[in-house]
């Protein structure tokens, strides 16, 4: 059977596979004979070979054996595994690790460095296409790991939720309300600030969507956006001023911390 592979595969597969060309080549090896040896039809092999499908396991042992690489085609194993984490931007979740500043706005959801453990897994289990239940435990550990940042009192959070993303309702009124807490108890740390923007100001900067800016420990500023499965990190300095402009007038349209503290409070009863 013709096997296909996918539209866009991970770099790894593409590497491994040239390399697995490669060694066969010097070692005189065809892709026939590979083939044979490994049970595996021709035109799988060379899928494999050109990237289009993952490398198996027993490809690579054969091959290894076959074209004498004493185990350095063996050893790409491990990275072909999928990753824990598929980030959409796995640059962003690195800036901001390394951030001494993270200003936030979020227009449906709650932050997710705001996230109950419950909230999270509410939100990915509502994924769709649905996500396997493994990938979406790694991802609820994943985002409970990240908001141990939130306990680094050098660093600062800022966040401005529209009032929408606190009334979805996510998980169910109960573990809506225990959201709600967890967000008051986080507010409390002092370098924590939550403001709510609530409805029925008419047009405000944020409605086009969430978009998060990150500050370096250089001063250099970083802008992610994220919308629909598909995300961006961009450093262009034009692009950044625009969205830091657009911040300040979302934190200026929206509620004091105080009286933030108060609205959630409200909706809690």
């Known amino acids: 059977m013709l096997m296909r592979g996918i539209a866009n595969p991970p770099v790894s597969w593409r590497y491994c596979g040239d390399q697995l060309k490669s060694w066969r080549a010097i070692a005189g090896v065809s892709r026939e004979d590979l083939a044979r040896e490994s049970n595996y039809g021709v035109e799988t092999i060379k899928s494999m070979e050109q990237g289009r499908r993952k490398p198996s396991r027993r490809v690579l042992e054969v091959a290894d054996q076959m074209c004498g690489a004493q185990g350095l085609l063996l050893a790409a194993c491990p990275y072909l595994q999928p990753e824990p984490v598929t980030p959409q931007a796995p640059g962003f979740l690195a800036a901001e690790a390394a951030a001494v500043a993270l200003h936030n706005f979020e227009l449906l959801l709650i932050p997710g460095l705001l996230q109950t453990e419950e909230y999270a897994r509410a939100l990915m289990m509502s994924n769709m296409p649905p996500i396997a239940e493994e990938a979406v435990e790694s991802g609820v550990a ?25 009334r979805t309702m996510l998980g169910g009124p109960e573990a809506m309300k225990r959201q ?17 923007l609530p409805a029925g100001q008419g047009y405000f ?48 349209q929206a509620l004091s911390e105080e009286a933030s503290r108060k609205f959630i409070s409200e909706l809690l009863e």
């Open 205 to 252: 900067p944020g409605m086009t969507g969430a978009f998060t800016m990150v500050e370096d420990p250089e001063g250099d500023h970083l802008v992610f956006t994220e919308c629909q499965g598909t995300s961006q990190l961009d450093c262009d300095s034009e692009r950044v001023n625009k969205m830091a402009k657009r911040y300040a007038m979302l934190r200026m």
């Open 180 to 196: 709600l807490r967890h967000m008051l108890e986080a507010g409390k740390r002092r370098n924590v600030f939550i403001q709510i």
């Open 142 to 166: 994943h985002r409970m790991q990240r908001q141990k940042r939130l306990d680094e009192p050098t660093t600062l959070f800022n966040f401005v939720i529209f009032e929408a993303a606190l």
